[in-house]
C-alpha cells in the first residue's frame, strides 16, 4: 500500500512536471517560429491530452486495476470512437497535420504561398493557422480555408517577398 502512495505521488509531481516542461517548450519554440499565440495554445493542449491519457494507464498500473475490465471499458470505447472517427476520418488527419505544420512548416502567417495542385493550384498570403485549415487571402481579397491534411500532402512554394512588401512590414 505504501508503495502504491510513493509511485501515485511521484506519477502526480511527474507529471505536473512533463505538463509545464512541454508548456514552456512549446512556447518557447513558437515563439522561436514566430507561431500565433492560439496556434501554440491548441497544440500544447493536443500534447498535454495525451500525457495525462498516459499518467491514467500508468496509474492504473500502479495500483493493479483489473485488466481484464479495464481492456473491456478501454476496447468498447475505442470501438465507439473508431467508428466515429472514421465516419469523420478528416477531423483527426486534421488535427495530426496541424501538429506536423506546427514543427515542420517554413512559412508562417504573412508569408505568400503557392498549393500546387494541378488545376486547382492556389496562390494566397497566410492570414491564420488554425488546427483544422489554414486561410489565405488570394490577390482578389478572398478568403480561402485549405484544410490541413490536404496542405502537407501538396508541394507549397514559398515566394519571395518584393521590396514593395519589404516597406509595407515595416
Known amino acids: 500500500m505504501n508503495n502504491e502512495i510513493?509511485?501515485?505521488?511521484?506519477l502526480i509531481l511527474g507529471t505536473i512536471a512533463s505538463l509545464?516542461?512541454?508548456d514552456y517548450f512549446l512556447t518557447k519554440l513558437?515563439?522561436?517560429k514566430k507561431v500565433s499565440e492560439k496556434r501554440t495554445y491548441y497544440i500544447s493542449k493536443s500534447i498535454s491530452f495525451l500525457?495525462?491519457?498516459v499518467a491514467f494507464l500508468l496509474?492504473?498500473?500502479?495500483?493493479?486495476?483489473?485488466?481484464?475490465?479495464v481492456l473491456i471499458f478501454a476496447s468498447s470505447i475505442f470501438t465507439v470512437v473508431g467508428?466515429?472517427?472514421?465516419?469523420?476520418?478528416?477531423?483527426l488527419s486534421n488535427l495530426t497535420a496541424s501538429i506536423i505544420i506546427f514543427f515542420t512548416f517554413p512559412a508562417r502567417v504573412g508569408d505568400t504561398i503557392t498549393i500546387i495542385d494541378g488545376d486547382n493550384t492556389v496562390t494566397?498570403?497566410?492570414?491564420?493557422?488554425?488546427?483544422?485549415?489554414?486561410?489565405?487571402?488570394d490577390a482578389d481579397g478572398e478568403t480561402i480555408m485549405y484544410p490541413n491534411n490536404l496542405f502537407i500532402q501538396k508541394p507549397i512554394k514559398k515566394?519571395?517577398?518584393?521590396?514593395?512588401?519589404m516597406c509595407l512590414e515595416s
Open 6 to 10: 510513493i509511485l501515485t505521488l511521484a
Open 20 to 22: 509545464r516542461s512541454l
Open 30 to 32: 513558437g515563439a522561436i
Open 51 to 53: 500525457v495525462i491519457v
Open 59 to 69: 496509474l492504473a498500473i500502479i495500483w493493479s486495476v483489473s485488466l481484464d475490465g
Open 83 to 91: 467508428v466515429a472517427l472514421f465516419a469523420q476520418w478528416s477531423i
Open 124 to 137: 494566397g498570403t497566410i492570414i491564420e493557422i488554425s488546427l483544422f485549415t489554414i486561410e489565405l487571402l
Open 159 to 165: 515566394l519571395k517577398k518584393t521590396k514593395e512588401d
